[in-house]
């Protein structure tokens, strides 16, 4: 059983904190924490649909965000597969 010291069990009195920072301590590469004011409906459709899909709300912002400014892959549709199998048909005769 491992077992810890009077000195190592107790907290001191005072800590310095003066040079310490706000914020998490491991930052996200290519993410920027900012505040933004949203419309209560629109948070509460986000907040509902997080709950029906266990993605959480601020994910799903991102990921609209995302597809609205087109910098995401469409999913590859049953229509779209067709049109590229005609595409390649035509290419061979």
Do not use: C, H, W
Not at 5 to 21: A, L
Not at 63 to 78: H, I
């Amino acid at each position: 059983m491992l077992q810890i010291s009077r000195k190592e069990g107790r907290m001191k009195k005072e800590y310095d904190f003066s040079k310490g920072k706000r914020g998490a301590v491991i930052p996200q590469v290519g993410k920027t924490r900012i505040t933004i004011y949203l419309d209560d409906a629109i948070l509460k459709r986000f907040k509902a649909q997080s709950g029906r899909t266990g993605k959480g709300y601020q994910t799903l912002i991102n990921d609209a965000l995302n597809s609205y400014l087109g910098l995401t892959e469409k999913p590859l549709t049953a229509e779209m597969v067709r049109k590229i199998v005609r595409e390649e048909l035509s290419g061979q005769s």
